[in-house]
């Protein structure tokens, strides 16, 4: 009986305590192409989660295969494979808010560390960008969240990002060459 009521006080005062949101420091641009070990744009042909033992207990990752379709900088493979902290596995579920999802066929801008953390994209999710084609079979790129980048010279700026209205995002070429051209002078400096 008292454990009944000490299990219903503990659940009263998880309940009445704020929940957070996942929160990490805006990167720029040229933060973004400056701290990534590879820069590519590809397509998810894989996503498995897997199940991790640590000293701790078991957790769980998934591990995304991206099929390269542009190795802009840092790479030359034509698979990357980056692993993310949480999933699903034998019907138990492990998550951190705002954690990047993909489905096989997504096609991503993807900024990344190699060094193993709980997201290797760079910024914790900022590096990471959608590919969509629009109606006259132009890529285009937009921000993980489906926003239309237009100025990605003010991301991680109060500036807006966003193209202006009636703008169409930016085209993966556009990006690609500003992501090259911004890569060249970080190397430079």
């Known amino acids: 009986m008292f454990a009944r009521w000490r299990l219903a006080a503990l659940l009263l ?3 009445a305590l704020p929940s957070f ?3 990490y420091d805006p990167v720029t641009f040229d933060e973004l192409v400056a701290r990534a070990d590879m820069i590519f744009v590809g397509e998810v042909v894989d996503v498995r989660p897997y199940p991790v033992s640590t000293s701790d207990g078991t957790i769980i990752k998934t591990r995304v295969v991206f099929r390269v379709q542009d190795p802009i900088a840092g790479t030359s493979s034509a698979l990357e494979v980056l692993d993310f902290f949480g999933g699903e596995w034998g019907g138990e579920g492990m998550a951190i808010a705002e954690m990047p999802r ?3 066929g997504d096609r991503r ?3 990344a560390y190699r060094s193993p953390s709980i997201s290797p994209i760079v910024g914790f999710r900022q590096g990471l960008f959608q590919v969509r084609r629009d109606s006259r079979g132009v890529d285009r790129v937009l921000t993980l969240d489906g926003a239309p980048l237009g100025r ?5 700026t109060r500036a807006s990002a966003l193209p202006p209205i009636g703008t169409p995002a ?3 070429t556009g990006f690609v060459a500003l992501v090259e051209r911004t890569a060249g002078d970080v190397r430079r400096r």
Do not use: I, K, R, Y
């Open 152 to 156: 990605p010279e003010n991301l991680g």
């Open 170 to 172: 930016m085209s993966l």
């Open 21 to 23: 949101a996942t929160t």
């Open 102 to 104: 993909f489905a096989v």
């Open 13 to 15: 005062v998880c309940a």
């Open 109 to 111: 801008v993807v900024f």
